[in-house]
């Protein structure tokens, strides 16, 4: 069997295209930061699942008419459709569909599991998402991760728990919404390591616009069936859905899987652990919060682990080969 090893490319790019791919990242981070607060205070209003269903509805939206728009100036200038009629392997259309699949029932893992238990355990267990993507991409898809990823990844990991070690102490134990908030994680590293293997035989506005019309539509008979209230019921209760889809799934989501044509998705889902800093780092500057020994301890060992990851420059870039583009697309 070939080994898929990660390796850089020989090409030597510029400054820019070094640059791009980072600053490409930090926004999708900052965007995804502001999650669990959104969720939060969307299930005052309504049940997480109504939450998770009005957020992907209403992304599914925005990311059709982005569709849209890259059709239509497409057809302007060169009178052709986006994305040429071809037909697809049955492997890569179930893949397609996993990716929906999986990434509906993470979400709604995630965001229900915020109900059960609290917020420092559910993020937590929700960080342990680098290890399984990692450990799903040596069993599953041959990639290998040097010693130095591998370290930083334990330590980063490491950080993260430490990060809300002191509230985890203070929060009552509820191992239904611990368990459900770990199963999250995995279907999320499963998300990260199958939109890996498709990204170069799909554009990246396909896999989101799919990802979420299959994720809505298996959503649909569970918000039909076991849900009374549907849709938000004060402008207030919109706006946080509307912020939940447009920032968090559009934004967020959107640029982490632009992001997997350039990086792993082990080292992307490493990365995703630089939340706690970001959302550490505002409190403390916006609402003058405190931080702990243990905050301070576990924020070092975050910076410290991703820092020895990116000098194991072998397991960053992306193992599959350069993905496919509209020509909208490329001219962006």
Same mark, same amino acid.
């Given at each position: 069997?070939?080994? *898929? @090893?990660?390796?850089?490319?020989?090409?030597?790019?510029?400054?820019?295209?070094?640059?791009? &791919?980072?600053?490409?990242? =930090?926004?999708?981070?900052?965007?995804?930061?502001?999650?669990? =607060?959104?969720?939060?205070?969307?299930?005052?209003?309504?049940?997480?699942?109504?939450? %998770?269903?009005?957020?992907?509805?209403?992304?599914?939206?925005?990311?059709?008419?982005?569709?849209?728009? *890259?059709?239509?100036?497409?057809?302007?200038?060169?009178?052709?459709?986006?994305?040429?009629?071809? +037909?697809?392997?049955?492997?890569?259309? !179930? #893949?397609?569909?996993?990716?929906? /699949?999986?990434? $509906?029932?993470?979400?709604?893992?995630?965001?229900?599991?915020?109900?059960?238990?609290?917020?420092?355990?559910?993020?937590?267990?929700?960080?342990?998402?680098?290890?399984?993507?990692?450990?799903?991409?040596?069993?599953? #898809?041959?990639? =290998?991760?040097?010693?130095?990823?591998?370290?930083?990844?334990?330590?980063?990991?490491?950080?993260?728990? !430490?990060?809300?070690?002191?509230?985890?102490? +203070?929060?009552?134990?509820?191992?239904?919404?611990?368990?459900?908030? /770990?199963?999250?994680?995995?279907?999320?590293?499963?998300?990260?390591?199958?939109?890996?293997?498709?990204?170069?035989?799909?554009?990246?506005?396909?896999?989101? $616009?799919?990802?979420?019309?299959?994720?809505?539509?298996?959503?649909? &008979?569970?918000?039909?069936?076991?849900?009374?209230?549907?849709? &938000?019921?004060?402008?207030?209760?919109?706006?946080?859905?509307?912020?939940?889809?447009?920032?968090?799934?559009? %934004?967020?989501?959107?640029?982490?899987?632009?992001?997997? @044509?350039?990086?792993?998705?082990?080292?992307?889902?490493?990365?995703?652990?630089?939340?706690?800093?970001?959302? !550490? =780092? %505002?409190?403390?500057?916006?609402?003058?919060?405190?931080?702990?020994?243990?905050?301070?301890?576990?924020? !070092?060992?975050?910076?410290?682990?991703?820092?020895?990851?990116?000098?194991?420059?072998?397991?960053?870039?992306?193992?599959? *080969?350069? &993905?496919?583009?509209?020509?909208?697309?490329?001219?962006?």
């Amino acid at each position: 069997m070939v080994e *898929n @090893k990660l390796s850089l490319t020989e090409q030597k790019p510029d400054k820019a295209s070094n640059i791009l &791919p980072i600053i490409t990242v =930090i926004i999708a981070l900052l965007a995804l930061s502001s999650t669990a =607060i959104f969720i939060k205070i969307a299930v005052n209003e309504m049940s997480a699942v109504a939450t %998770l269903f009005n957020r992907l509805w209403i992304a599914t939206i925005i990311f059709g008419l982005w569709s849209g728009i *890259n059709q239509a100036r497409t057809h302007i200038k060169d009178d052709e459709p986006v994305l040429p009629q071809q +037909r697809y392997p049955i492997k890569e259309i !179930a #893949f397609l569909i996993a990716v929906g /699949l999986v990434h $509906v029932i993470g979400r709604l893992s995630w965001t229900w599991s915020l109900t059960q238990t609290g917020a420092a355990n559910a993020n937590a267990l929700g960080s342990l998402n680098p290890l399984f993507t990692t450990l799903g991409g040596w069993l599953f #898809f041959n990639q =290998i991760f040097g010693r130095k990823f591998i370290l930083g990844l334990i330590l980063a990991i490491v950080g993260a728990i !430490a990060v809300g070690f002191e509230d985890l102490l +203070r929060s009552n134990n509820n191992f239904t919404g611990d368990a459900v908030a /770990l199963m999250s994680s995995i279907f999320y590293a499963a998300n990260f390591l199958l939109i890996e293997q498709i990204r170069n035989k799909f554009s990246i506005i396909t896999i989101l $616009v799919w990802r979420c019309v299959i994720a809505t539509s298996l959503m649909i &008979p569970v918000v039909l069936i076991f849900e009374k209230q549907v849709f &938000p019921v004060t402008l207030s209760g919109w706006l946080v859905v509307f912020a939940l889809a447009a920032i968090c799934e559009a %934004l967020g989501h959107g640029l982490i899987v632009y992001s997997l @044509k350039t990086f792993s998705s082990g080292f992307i889902s490493l990365l995703l652990l630089l939340n706690p800093v970001i959302v !550490a =780092i %505002l409190a403390w500057i916006l609402f003058s919060e405190n931080l702990s020994i243990f905050n301070l301890l576990g924020l !070092a060992l975050i910076l410290g682990g991703i820092y020895l990851a990116i000098s194991n420059k072998e397991s960053i870039r992306s193992s599959v *080969n350069p &993905p496919i583009q509209s020509p909208a697309e490329s001219e962006s």
